[in-house]
């Protein structure tokens, strides 16, 4: 009878403990799955955020322009950002290179002009009187809408601001830029890259279309300059 009670008690105490382990996994799982749900949560606002902040460009941007996430570029999501920013648009690089070497050169943030609609190579094709760099540059009224999230120039002092040259003059896209923002307070620095061209009426035509900024004179590149002859037009414009 004796035996038979040790049997019966050892039996009951190995269900209790198996039926505790069993509850610590539950609860192990249960807490596993809470955590899952608040990173989601978590990442889910956050992108929310990120879709707020992007879909509020600047006060006077014009309102159908800046669709484009290109939001990991541009400096409005930098906490603390540089006192220079350099912007620039560049549709074979050439001018991005130049506005790299400022960025590296002043310790500036870069921000790129990017169309909402790309262009093509036959869009660049000057040799057509109907491509669509030739209509916009033949129509000053043209205003091609930037894809590219719309940047804050709060705190900056300085602002490089480059392109190629078009038919003598700086692309429409541009004007789109210069008159989407109030450049009060600000030293605006232009420069352009161009096969030969000079900078032309290009600097002037933004400043009086910015309305707005300290604009100097600006500057004309060729293709690919040294660092050192991009740093010695900076140590002169200071
Ligand atoms: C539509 C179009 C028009 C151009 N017009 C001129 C011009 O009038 N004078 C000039 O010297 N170069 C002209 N170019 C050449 C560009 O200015 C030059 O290649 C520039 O460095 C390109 O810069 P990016 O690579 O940043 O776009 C023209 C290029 C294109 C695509």
């Not at 505790?20 to 809470?34: G, P, Y």
């Not at 999230?149 to 541009?174: C, F, H, N, Q, T």
């Amino acid at each position: 009878m004796k035996k038979l009670m040790s049997v019966l008690v050892a039996g009951v105490m190995l269900f209790s403990l198996a039926a505790c382990a069993n509850k610590d996994d539950a609860d192990k799982e249960t807490s596993l799955n809470t955590t899952e749900e608040a990173t989601t949560v978590a990442e889910t606002s956050a992108s929310d955020e990120k879709q707020e902040t992007e879909a509020s460009g600047p006060e006077n941007a014009s309102s159908d322009a800046t669709t484009e996430d290109t939001s990991s570029e541009s400096p409005e999501n930098t906490q603390a950002h540089k006192e220079v920013l350099v912007v620039y648009f560049s549709a074979t690089g050439t001018t991005k290179d130049v506005a790299e070497k400022i960025a590296k050169i002043e310790d500036a943030d870069l921000y790129e002009i990017v169309p909402a609609e790309p262009y093509s190579d036959a869009d660049l094709n000057w040799n057509d009187s109907n491509s669509r760099s030739t209509k916009e540059q033949n129509d000053s009224s043209s205003r091609p809408q930037i894809g590219s999230a719309a940047v804050s120039l709060d705190g900056y002092k300085k602002v490089y601001i480059g392109y190629p040259i078009w038919w003598g003059e700086e692309p429409r896209i541009l004007d789109t830029f210069v008159e989407s923002y109030n450049f009060d307070g600000i030293t605006m620095i232009p420069f352009c890259t161009s096969s030969s061209s000079g900078l032309g009426r290009s600097g002037k035509n933004l400043e009086d279309r910015a309305g707005s900024g300290n604009w100097l004179d600006g500057k004309r590149f060729g293709a690919g300059p040294s660092e050192d002859s991009v740093r010695s037009w900076i140590e002169d414009l200071n």
